[in-house]
């Protein structure tokens, strides 16, 4: 007679992490099997019940069973397996490394092979494959870069304090608004017609496209409430940016509360003419955030939407097309507005 297979009985920590392996993207698909039977297994599912639901077989669910079993998370994990002795010591996987974090001289960076081939004129005969596994073993990734933005300004702790505070802990009776321009917006036509998503094929864009201007378009957003206001305009100099704080004294002012305005380092946030309009009203203070960091405005968060949503792959006939479909959006998007779920307390940025 077989001997009966153990009861699974999950914590809640363990049963949230086998949900978190099966939800993850980038999970491996063995992971998420095993975690699957685990599953299963709590729920009193017989051997053949799994090995029918998962399309599996007895071997594998019984392996995996007794494994979680005696070794918890730990035990779907692989087992270590000793293989093949290294060909290359480490003085030959450390050069690896060593160069292939230095730019080379003529190119913007290395490739495996290229790589390899530098190497091997300094005396050093390795393959491109044993570069790649070296390359992949201490996560060194010569292919790809990413930005980043450097701010020198002196004060940024402080003003990046000041924002945040207005995000998490705002003063009583105050109201912040996040301010920003989107400058620049083309309104691009095609010469043909899109051709709509079908089964088995995306939706094709003509690739050849007409210009019909530019606009820019300014717009807040009530953090704490998720509204967005937002009007478009033929430039954007002070003119426009008190035009649009008269739009936002319409809705706002007569609230009787302190209004925060949240704005970039622009100059023409700092136009003289804006200074003696935000004088005429005492509850009005402005905020800027730091140089080179205007990711902390919030309104920042929207405009990516916006861009997603309608810039990217809109086609216009004329500016005023697009105008419209801006508005519209809008209109829209505060049907359903809520605040953006803000968790960046100012802690120190990694590179």
Sequence with gaps: MAK???????????????????????????????AKIVLLAEKKMSTEAIMKELNISKNTTVKWRKRFSQNRLEGLDDEHRSGKPRTHQSDVRLKIATEACRPPETITHWSTRELAQHLSEQGIKVSHMTVQRVLSAEKIKPHLYEYWLNSTDPDFEAKQTEIIGLYMNPPENALVISVDEKTGLQALGRKHPNKPVKRDSTEKMEFEYKRHGTVSLIASLAVHQGEVMGKCYERHTNNEFIDFLEEIDQSYGHSNKEIHLIVDNLSVHKHQRVKDWLSERPNYFIHFTPTHASWLNQIELWFSIYARKIVKRGVFDSKDALIEKTLEFIKLYNKNSKPFRWTYTGDPLTI
């Design 4 to 34: 009966p297979l153990p009861d699974i009985s999950l914590s809640d920590e363990e049963r949230e992490e086998l949900h978190r392996i099966i939800r993850k993207s980038t999970s491996p698909q063995h992971k998420v099997l095993r």
